[in-house]
């Protein structure tokens, strides 16, 4: 796993303007030469190897232009021939999006949840994996706070990590409970992995339905609570299917619709 970043450098490609790749948790990198370095110069990534749309390419470069993006894969060296010679060229294999406005602090792992349940605290319901490393452990918890996220980002982090996995960078720290004391972790930044959408649509008799098909039919009896739908969101939900997406807004209408 290595964190991407563009080179700003002004000259002629590939000897400039592509991108600057660091191994993670680690104080060196290998680069396509065999040296170590702390960060290596890559010429191109072979975005083709991640097979995902190019909205989702676009979406990958806006964070590597943000310096918030991380990716799995490999340095190897591509020959542009010539008098050119040869240059690092990065084969990604996975790419992972920050989600929080901050930077990362501490060392980066990827975190998993266990199916453990507990009937008292601290409870280990989590597995974390140290990135580029042998390294793990079971945690109790996750601590938000130095995230800077907002509430909707870190519940949408929690769904994510339920439903699939979250990579996170932070800090060591002990949780004490009834239970005894567990290991937890806090958290600066958090990663989602890219992947490509499924298109949603709207559909039914009043426009009431979210699905993944065009033109879906129903039945055409009305509901108040079917107005509610008109400025609401139809998009794929973090557990991967088609929904309207939940607001204050839509809550309330629904709340308030009057029932037949």
């Known amino acids: 796993y290595y964190s991407v970043t563009r080179d700003m450098r002004r000259c002629a490609a590939p000897m400039c303007g592509g991108y600057w790749v660091s191994r993670v948790n680690a104080s060196t990198t290998r680069c396509f030469?065999?040296?170590?370095?702390?960060s290596c110069y890559v010429a191109e990534l072979r975005w083709s190897m991640l097979g995902l749309s190019d909205d989702t390419i676009s979406q990958?470069?806006?964070?590597?232009?943000?310096?918030?993006?991380?990716?799995?894969?490999?340095?190897?060296?591509?020959?542009?021939?010539?008098?050119?010679?040869?240059?690092?060229?990065?084969?990604?294999?996975?790419?992972?999006?920050?989600?929080?406005?901050?930077?990362?602090?501490?060392?980066?792992?990827?975190?998993e949840e266990t199916g453990v349940r507990c009937i008292s605290a601290p409870c280990n319901s989590f597995r974390e994996k140290k990135l580029n490393s042998s390294a793990q452990a079971?945690?109790?918890?996750?601590?938000?706070?130095e995230s800077g996220a907002t509430a909707d980002q870190i519940s949408n982090a929690i769904t994510e990590l339920f439903v699939r996995d979250l990579i996170i960078a932070g800090d060591r720290y002990t949780?004490?409970?009834?239970?005894?004391?567990?290991?937890?972790?806090?958290v600066t930044q958090f990663y989602t992995r890219a992947r490509d959408h499924k298109a949603c649509y709207v559909g039914g008799c009043s426009g009431q339905l979210c699905?993944?098909?065009?033109?879906?039919?129903?039945?055409?009896?009305?509901?108040?609570?079917?107005?509610?739908?008109?400025?609401?969101?139809?998009?794929?939900?973090?557990?991967?299917?088609?929904?309207?997406?939940?607001?204050?807004?839509?809550?309330?209408?629904?709340?308030?619709?009057?029932?037949?």
């Open 211 to 260: 699905t993944d098909q065009p033109g879906a039919i129903s039945t055409c009896e009305y509901r108040p609570e079917y107005a509610c739908y008109q400025d609401a969101v139809c998009e794929e939900q973090v557990e991967g299917e088609c929904g309207w997406t939940e607001t204050e807004a839509l809550n309330t209408c629904l709340t308030n619709a009057p029932r037949l």
């Open 60 to 111: 990958i470069g806006d964070k590597i232009g943000a310096g918030a993006a991380l990716m799995r894969g490999t340095v190897v060296a591509k020959n542009y021939g010539g008098t050119i010679g040869r240059y690092g060229e990065f084969k990604p294999t996975e790419a992972w999006l920050g989600q929080g406005p901050n930077a990362p602090a501490g060392p980066f792992a990827i975190v």
């Open 175 to 186: 949780v004490h409970g009834p239970g005894g004391s567990a290991k937890a972790r806090t």
């Open 33 to 38: 030469d065999g040296r170590y370095a702390a």
């Open 138 to 145: 079971s945690i109790a918890e996750l601590g938000w706070d």
